[in-house]
């Protein structure tokens, strides 16, 4: 099969790999479409530390090939988005209703899945692989659902999709007439925006010096356009809520400086949640006493604290009513062979997502 691969450096290897023999609880997925997502440019720069070489992506969707004599969840010729946390069921958090933080994640990140001309053996980003055209994963990690939708749109449900709207809809819970303040409007912050829209906010301050993003946030609900070069964004956030700042605030890049900067726009007894990943050893230092006198709350977000097996066709149905735009997220459908291109265009917000359809 072809894949792309980290081998080292930011420039993935574009190459043809053999895939080793799935297991009996595993399936394999034929690839219809990858989107190219902030965090495999984490993985590939260090942010996120990651083995190479390792088949990248983790954002898809396709259908089911073949299925282990273990495998009870879906069927061949099933339509299926990959979820690059698995839900197994069966551990503690999934019993606990938080199969976001799945504890089978360690187990199949680092499952061997290919070798390599040279011999050596690669791994897959989230124990998926999406940067390629079939990968092999554990029947956890794939979530049946009933779409005519294309790939193209359903694959953004994989990890974009349902970290922002569901940090917006399950992380937050936004009481309708909120008043919302996104920072960092890509991929992830365009879904925030769309959930904020849709949990009924009245004003939803889109935060991005990039203005093709800020335009782009506008178009999907954004109110208020702030352009951190015009000053402190945190001032301009008090000075548009009369001092009192937002109910509800995000972060989606990933900096401490930024997650401070989210704390501090968020009005007394409000919220701030970090949906970006920050480097894995970065540190975030608050001030001390408003910590308890303004009574926020500071709020982790992993995969926008979804429940996949729930939530994916949930977000479909959103797409399929038209509450829910996933077409417009879609900036360029482009070939395996371009993905060094899209992130080139991702670092320079050139577009809100690349989405790999030609293999």
Request: aromatic fraction near 6%; charged fraction near 15%; include cysteine.
């Amino acid at each position: 099969m072809r894949a792309a691969l980290f081998t080292g450096t930011i420039d993935l290897e574009v190459e043809d790999v053999t895939p080793l023999e799935p297991g009996p609880a595993d399936v394999v997925v034929r690839i219809g479409a990858s989107g190219v997502c902030h965090s495999d440019v984490s993985a590939a720069n260090g942010t996120l530390p990651t083995p190479a070489p390792c088949i990248l992506g983790h954002e898809g969707a396709g259908v089911v090939e073949w299925v282990g004599g273990e495998v009870t969840r879906v069927a061949v010729g099933d339509h299926v988005i990959a979820s690059f946390v698995p839900a197994c069921g069966n551990c503690f958090w999934c019993l606990h209703g938080q199969s976001n933080l799945c504890a089978l994640g360690g187990e199949v990140f680092g499952t061997p899945k290919a070798t390599r001309a040279d011999g050596s053996i690669a791994i897959s980003m989230t124990g998926l692989g999406t940067f390629a055209d079939e990968m092999r994963c554990h029947q956890a990690n794939v979530v049946k659902i009933d779409t005519d939708l294309p790939d193209s749109q359903l694959a953004l449900i994989g990890c974009g999709v349902t970290t922002g709207v569901g940090a917006a809809l399950n992380t937050a819970r936004i009481v309708p007439g909120s008043t919302v303040a996104v920072i960092g409007c890509g991929g992830v912050g365009q879904a925030v925006i769309q959930g904020a829209r849709i949990a009924g906010a009245s004003r939803i301050f889109a935060i991005d010096p990039v203005e093709l993003k800020r335009t782009t946030a506008e178009s999907f609900g954004a109110t208020d356009l702030v352009d951190p070069a015009d000053g402190d964004a945190v001032a301009q956030i008090m000075a548009l809520t009369g001092g009192i700042g937002a109910d509800y605030s995000f972060e989606v890049i990933g900096l401490p400086e930024t997650v401070v900067q989210a704390y501090m726009m968020a009005r007394r007894g409000g919220t701030a949640v970090v949906v970006g990943m920050p480097k894995w050893d970065s540190q975030v230092t608050l001030p001390g006493f408003p910590l308890f006198f303004d009574e926020k709350t500071l709020k982790g977000c992993v995969y926008g604290s979804s429940q996949v097996r729930a939530d994916f066709q949930r977000f479909v149905n959103l797409v399929e009513t038209g509450r829910l735009d996933l077409g417009a997220m879609v900036s360029a459908e482009i070939g395996l062979d371009d993905v060094n291109d899209a992130f080139r265009s991702m670092q320079s917000g050139e577009v809100i997502r690349s989405v790999i359809t030609h293999f």
